[in-house]
């Protein structure tokens, strides 16, 4: 099958969309079909790629540092006019969006759509809330999506979004979410204790956030959570947040304000092929965007058998089972700073007198560590990439259904 992946950002942009992009198409040339991703040119740090056709830029720095991508570029047909494509996998509803259904009806190909971004709640988040997108944007979706054969969904919570809220016929959608790399289950357990050495945190408790550095990550929360975290645990713990954006300097000088410079680092951006090794590293992972339709970081920090801290939002419920993988909370710092405090009393005391019993925190913990191992296995990039060609196979089965239906309808003569 030739399948063409066409997207805003790719890499070397570090953010959900890029990867669950590249780990669908590697997944998907590992079974033996051919595979194009369309995705934007950047001047700065690009990779040459075999199966990635670069398309122009209109703004090399837009909103949150990516770039504006140039979905009228004239190239982009006249590779649709030299290659065959069987489907089309457009992961953006707008500017390729828009060049995705044209080029689904000029040349006949099934078009599937995956929605990625609570775009509303992005809006929400730069403006202040001045600019309310609420209303708008599922009345922009619905339009888009009546173009599309079929509609993905990363989780079932955002399903039920798009059939309820978006009005999308639910047989016209599915479930496929990012899947996970092998190499977060092949991690040595000395990668783990490098990153532990490197940051201080041998013989302490070590949390971690993998993140974008932005207001719609809400990373202010973290911070102002640790606050209340030092003080009732009363302990030293390292706070490892890996990550870069806009918000970055902010942050950190946020940090400093709050005094937690003993207990928060900021490790700045690591490479997606390291991270696995922090994860590995965490005795807890904590998380507090709710703009997420999914939260690959939520699957790669049970990967490495890593309890998932995290506010209760949409995207997240799908993933954490409160008390059995992790911990969910309302958007309430107390409430938060308690939920962490005494998870870090479970975490076994590294200087410990290896005689003493264990407590039922510290039980708790493993169970949930080994639960969310569990969980991870299930969402395998092998696993997603066969679930997406059982999908691609049945539209496409249907597009031929109905082109089918709709030359028998044509009048005779």
Do not use: W
């Not at 999308?168 to 599915?174: A, D, F, Q, V, Y």
């Not at 949409?314 to 958007?331: K, M, P, S, Y």
């Not at 710092?333 to 405090?341: D, Q, R, W």
């Amino acid at each position: 099958m030739k399948i063409a992946l066409m997207t805003n950002n790719y890499k070397p942009v570090v953010a959900g969309v890029p990867v669950s992009i590249e780990r669908l198409a590697r997944g998907l040339e590992e079974m033996g079909h051919e595979v194009t991703v369309f995705a934007p040119t950047y001047r700065e740090a690009q990779e040459e790629e075999e199966n990635v056709f670069r398309y122009s830029t209109c703004l090399n720095h837009f909103v949150g540092g990516i770039v504006l991508p140039n979905p009228y570029d004239f190239r982009i047909e006249k590779a649709f006019r030299e290659n065959s494509f069987d489907i089309i996998h457009v992961h953006h509803p707008m500017l390729i969006g828009r060049m995705a259904v044209h080029l689904s009806r000029k040349y006949n190909i099934p078009l599937v759509f995956t929605y990625h971004t609570r775009y509303e709640q992005y809006v929400n988040c730069y403006t202040k809330g001045i600019v309310r997108m609420n209303k708008f944007m599922p009345h922009y979706l619905r339009g888009f999506m009546k173009h599309c054969d079929f509609v993905f969904a990363p989780t079932d919570g955002m399903r039920r979004y798009l059939t309820e809220t978006c009005r999308i016929l639910p047989e016209k959608t599915g479930v496929l979410p990012t899947g996970i790399e092998k190499a977060n289950f092949d991690i040595d357990p000395e990668e783990g204790h490098r990153i532990r050495r490197k940051y201080g945190a041998v013989k302490i408790p070590l949390l971690l956030t993998v993140s974008r550095m932005a207001s719609e990550k809400n990373v202010e929360f973290l911070l102002e959570s640790l606050v209340q975290v030092k003080r009732n645990y009363e302990r030293p713990f390292r706070m490892l947040m890996v990550g870069d954006g806009p918000d970055r300097e902010a942050l950190e000088k946020r940090s400093r304000e709050l005094g937690l410079e003993d207990r928060v680092v900021f490790a700045g951006s690591v490479p997606n092929e390291e991270t696995a090794a922090y994860f590995k590293a965490a005795d807890g992972f904590l998380f507090a965007s709710k703009t997420e339709t999914q939260g690959i970081v939520v699957l790669e920090a049970f990967a490495g058998g890593a309890p998932v801290i995290a506010v209760r939002a949409t995207g997240v419920e799908d993933l954490v089972e409160d008390g059995a993988d992790g911990i969910l909370t309302e958007e309430d710092t107390s409430e938060y700073a308690a939920k962490v405090a005494e998870f870090l009393e479970g975490v076994p005391a590294y200087e410990r007198d290896e005689s003493r019993p264990e407590t039922i925190l510290n039980i708790r913990n493993k169970k949930m560590a080994e639960n969310a191992l569990q969980k991870a296995f299930l969402f395998r990039e092998e696993a997603v990439a066969l679930k997406a060609i059982h999908y691609y196979n049945s539209v496409i089965a249907e597009n031929a259904a109905q082109q089918k239906r709709n030359i028998r309808l044509l009048p005779a003569g």
